[in-house]
């Protein structure tokens, strides 16, 4: 690994990991209508990293018949690693489930409407294109902006740009601050936001550690020693970066705008 390139990315990308981090989205949030402007703004988040992590599959394992050997081994090892608990996971009612698919069961529990993310997904299996799918008049105008940023990387970018941005614009964003915030909410609302705390909890413990590690590594074997693919990689990541403060500073207004409704009717 080249840990020279490495160190230079990560300076680059600290302010606005920090921003995030750090962001006053989190504190936002001190009742149920919070979660829901969170969770139904996200959800299209969590639905775009599955996008994102399968198109580097595709790119770096082969997913055809006749199979072939594609790339090296460790890479194939690495995002093989990363997809198995991502679309496997392990459901606490049992059995295996992704961590989409846990997401809209937690949101369900939560009482938050999850017809429009479905609904998408209907349209998808559908057959119908992504564009004819997106819902842009019923979701949240930054959440669709967001989605469709990772999906153009999905779809048109270089392996090794879609792994930095997948490794360092995703993985480890989401603080344990937040999850303390949301068992408060879960203790005194009486779980309703139980699955809501597992998801975070999973995040945290897998994606924040040991997912993130293996990133890393698939990341920094697909850049190399090569300048400007290490270059790319920070450009990439940094776009990315800021498309997620964007939409936290959506979430944030929502629940502004959320607080100071309920504020004027009491």
Not at 113 to 139: C, R
Not at 145 to 156: G, R, S
Not at 185 to 205: K, T
Not at 217 to 237: H, N, P, Q, S, Y
Request: net charge negative; charged share 20%.
């Amino acid at each position: 690994m080249n840990s020279e390139k490495l160190s230079l990315l990560l300076a680059q990308i600290r302010p606005l990991k920090e921003k995030l981090i750090l962001h006053q989205m989190y504190q936002s949030i001190k009742n149920p209508q919070h979660i829901h402007n969170l969770m139904s703004h996200h959800v299209f988040a969590v639905w775009d990293f599955m996008s994102l992590l399968k198109s580097l599959q595709k790119d770096l394992t082969c997913v055809e018949t006749p199979w072939v050997p594609v790339g090296n081994a460790n890479t194939r090892y690495l995002i093989n690693e990363i997809v198995t608990g991502e679309e496997s996971d392990i459901n606490p009612a049992g059995g295996r489930i992704s961590h989409f698919e846990l997401y809209l069961l937690a949101m369900q529990q939560a009482g938050c409407d999850t017809s429009v993310i479905e609904q998408m997904i209907q349209n998808l299996k559908a057959g119908k294109s992504i564009h004819q799918s997106i819902p842009y008049n019923d979701a949240p105008a930054a959440a669709i902006t967001f989605m469709n940023h990772t999906l153009e990387i999905a779809m048109h970018a270089e392996p090794h740009i879609k792994a930095a941005v997948f490794t360092f614009g995703r993985e480890d964003l989401i603080p344990s601050m937040f999850l303390s915030l949301v068992k408060e909410l879960n203790r005194r609302f009486e779980g309703q936001f139980d699955l809501f705390a597992y998801y975070l909890e999973r995040h945290i413990e897998v994606d924040g550690d040991h997912h993130s590690k293996l990133a890393l590594e698939m990341t920094a074997d697909l850049c190399g020693d090569d300048d400007v693919k290490w270059r790319e990689a920070g450009m990439a990541v940094c776009e990315a970066l800021q498309t997620r403060i964007e939409l936290w500073d959506a979430i944030y207004m929502a629940n502004k705008s959320s607080q100071q409704n309920l504020v004027a009717t009491i």
